[in-house]
């Protein structure tokens, strides 16, 4: 959040998506007191006015306006559509990263991960450059290319120069009106100069949640150097809740030597449906053990749960949990309860 001030006006830059109608700000004042109140609840669809009064009770009026940041990419019931850079993107859209150092301070794909775990993603926060060379130049940051001698065919590059590393970030926001399990990302890949000898091959591609450090996830599918359309289907780490943001970072390391360019071009990103595997129970045997009576089994998978239920006396008959029991995969001894009358009768149930 920012805000900028000007004489006695404020004006406050919020995020995309946030419900400006209900806010309550908080501020701090020294000697003098404020009229409405710190946390008080306003609708900044349009300015709000805070009146100050001094010591002396002098008053000065300041008015507040919040207004909206441009969206990021927006992905939708059916996807964000084809992005071809056509113009130049929002700062809230794409961004990149110098990232400085030397060029031999990474040295294998272990290195560049564990870099990329430090990273917050409200600082990688620089515009991208612009450039009309072809094939394309080397920079110490991420940019699109016109296209100007290229056919025509604006694309975003990337080709380190007098750094550590280049990062390239989207911003993505869910605009499905539900939470999203997987994300599909497909993109034009192509590597203009190649020939050069790199400690960390190609892009490396990354997703977070959060934008936090340590929150960073591998794409390997999309982390070569071979040119060609790439497309994964990413099963994420926890759902993607509606109306909030998530990352994806590409990352070049800067070579020892002259290095490699690459170019990423007709991005999209979609809800990907990612079949969730059903658990099924094998091998069921009953049998007496001390007194009691123990079920063996196997489960196909592990993060299971098996519940053991039992029923009522009387009609209508109902069942109820009685034990529960992890079964973490594989074969396993589960040892009924006893009971009186009910207990001749048991009901598992499988789940997660």
Same mark, same amino acid.
């Given at each position: 959040?920012?805000?900028?001030?000007?004489?006695?006006?404020?004006?406050?830059?919020?995020?995309?998506?946030?419900?400006?109608?209900?806010?309550?700000?908080?501020?701090?004042?020294?000697?003098?007191?404020?009229?409405?109140?710190?946390?008080?609840?306003?609708?900044?669809?349009?300015?709000?006015?805070?009146?100050?009064?001094?010591?002396?009770?002098?008053t000065k009026d300041f008015a507040v306006t919040v207004t909206?940041?441009?969206?990021?990419?927006?992905?939708?019931?059916?996807?964000?559509?084809?992005?071809?850079?056509?113009?130049?993107?929002?700062?809230?859209?794409?961004?990149?990263?110098?990232?400085?150092?030397?060029?031999?301070?990474?040295?294998?794909?272990?290195?560049?991960?564990?870099?990329?775990?430090?990273?917050?993603?409200?600082?990688?926060?620089?515009?991208?450059?612009?450039?009309?060379?072809?094939?394309?130049?080397?920079?110490?940051?991420?940019?699109?290319?016109?296209?100007?001698?290229?056919?025509?065919?604006?694309?975003?590059?990337?080709?380190?120069?007098?750094?550590?590393?280049?990062?390239?970030?989207?911003?993505? /926001?869910?605009?499905?009106?539900?939470?999203?399990?997987?994300?599909?990302?497909?993109?034009? /890949?192509?590597?203009?100069?190649?020939?050069?000898?790199?400690?960390?091959?190609?892009?490396?591609?990354?997703?977070?949640?959060?934008?936090?450090?340590?929150?960073?996830?591998?794409?390997?599918?999309?982390?070569?150097?071979?040119?060609?359309?790439?497309?994964?289907?990413?099963?994420?780490?926890?759902?993607?809740?509606?109306?909030?943001?998530?990352?994806?970072?590409?990352?070049?390391?800067?070579?020892?030597?002259?290095?490699?360019?690459?170019?990423?071009?007709?991005?999209?990103?979609?809800?990907?449906?990612?079949?969730?595997?059903?658990?099924?129970?094998?091998?069921?045997?009953?049998?007496?053990?001390?007194?009691? /009576?123990?079920?063996q089994l196997s489960t196909d998978s592990a993060g299971n749960?098996?519940?053991?239920?039992?029923?009522?006396?009387?009609?209508?008959?109902?069942?109820?949990?009685?034990?529960?029991?992890?079964?973490?995969?594989?074969?396993?001894?589960?040892?009924?309860?006893?009971?009186?009358?009910?207990?001749?009768? /048991?009901?598992?149930?499988?789940?997660?």
């Open positions: 959040m920012a805000a900028a001030t000007s004489g006695t006006n404020i004006t406050i830059t919020v995020p995309y998506g946030t419900d400006v109608t209900d806010l309550a700000p908080t501020y701090t004042i020294c000697g003098a007191s404020c009229d409405p109140p710190p946390g008080s609840h306003h609708n900044f669809t349009s300015p709000v006015h805070y009146i100050v009064t001094a010591s002396d009770s002098s909206v940041s441009a969206p990021p990419i927006l992905v939708g019931a059916s996807g964000s559509g084809s992005l071809t850079f056509d113009t130049v993107p929002t700062i809230q859209e794409w961004s990149t990263l110098n990232v400085g150092g030397a060029a031999a301070d990474i040295a294998d794909a272990a290195g560049l991960d564990s870099m990329v775990q430090t990273y917050l993603a409200a600082n990688i926060s620089t515009a991208l450059g612009s450039s009309g060379f072809w094939p394309p130049g080397a920079n110490n940051i991420a940019r699109r290319n016109t296209g100007a001698n290229n056919g025509g065919n604006p694309m975003l590059q990337l080709r380190p120069s007098s750094t550590k590393a280049v990062v390239l970030m989207a911003r993505l /926001f869910n605009e499905s009106g539900g939470g999203i399990n997987g994300l599909t990302i497909s993109y034009n /890949f192509d590597a203009p100069v190649t020939g050069n000898a790199e400690e960390v091959p190609g892009l490396r591609v990354y997703y977070s949640l959060t934008g936090l450090a340590n929150s960073w996830t591998v794409i390997p599918t999309l982390c070569t150097a071979t040119a060609g359309t790439l497309t994964a289907n990413v099963t994420l780490s926890s759902p993607w809740a509606n109306a909030n943001a998530m990352y994806v970072l590409w990352v070049v390391d800067n070579n020892a030597a002259t290095d490699n360019a690459y170019t990423i071009d007709d991005v999209s990103f979609a809800a990907a449906t990612i079949p969730v595997p059903i658990p099924t129970l094998s091998g069921i045997t009953v049998g007496p053990e001390a007194g009691q /009576f123990t079920v749960v098996v519940t053991v239920m039992t029923p009522s006396l009387t009609p209508p008959i109902v069942w109820t949990p009685v034990q529960t029991n992890a079964v973490p995969g594989g074969a396993v001894s589960i040892t009924l309860p006893q009971g009186t009358g009910q207990a001749a009768f /048991f009901k598992l149930m499988l789940g997660q």
